[in-house]
């Protein structure tokens, strides 16, 4: 498959976008030295560290057209209610799956918005299942949350061409569904 080289304006509108969620956030911007239009943007943000790549690489859509797709994933390094060695995933699908006709992984969480997530160990399903369900609904930008004891990783879902995307990278960074605070994890 081949790979289109992106445009002067793919170049620029990732390039903007990094150095507008910078100058928003106070973090620092740095292109990536593999992809060009791929920018890391790393700091402190709400004393926890912060990391996030943002990019809009160019793919084929047919024999002599190509598209743009944007993404973003914020990477937040810090405690979370979640206990030590617990986890709280997407569950999975995968390539053999998606051929076979087989549903996947079952998850043990479900969200409102219908996603299906997996929290292990199981055992902390009745104990932490539902705080799980509602910290991922109020996601903004709904997207794809992993979460660990001791950091974050969020996917917002709808980043389009005209989006803000320093307004959307801070409203993922405020989001608090799975901050530590002095409540108990298991109550």
């Not at 910078?22 to 593999?34: T, Y």
């Not at 060009?36 to 402190?44: K, M, S």
């Not at 986890?87 to 053999?96: K, S």
């Not at 509602?134 to 001791?150: C, E, I, N, Q």
Request: proline share 9%.
């Amino acid at each position: 498959m081949r790979t289109p080289k992106p445009t002067k304006a793919d170049l620029a509108r990732s390039r903007g976008r990094a150095h507008a969620i910078g100058s928003a956030l106070g973090l620092v911007p740095r292109s990536d030295p593999e992809f060009p239009t791929h920018w890391h943007v790393e700091g402190e943000y709400g004393g926890r560290k912060v990391h996030i790549t943002i990019g809009c690489p160019r793919f084929a859509r047919g024999l002599f057209r190509s598209a743009c797709i944007d993404f973003m994933v914020v990477r937040i390094e810090g405690p979370t209610w979640l206990p030590e060695g617990a986890e709280a995933r997407p569950a999975r699908r995968t390539v053999g799956d998606w051929r076979e006709g087989a549903p996947g992984e079952a998850g043990n969480v479900a969200t409102a918005a219908g996603a299906s997530y997996v929290l292990l160990p199981a055992e902390l399903v009745p104990a932490l299942g539902q705080r799980v369900a509602d910290a991922v609904d109020r996601l903004p930008h709904a997207g794809w949350v992993h979460a660990t004891s001791t950091d974050l990783e969020l996917r917002p879902a709808d980043l389009e061409e005209g989006d803000d995307a320093a307004q959307i990278a801070k409203a993922v960074l405020d989001w608090d569904g799975f901050r530590a605070s002095e409540e108990p994890a298991c109550p």
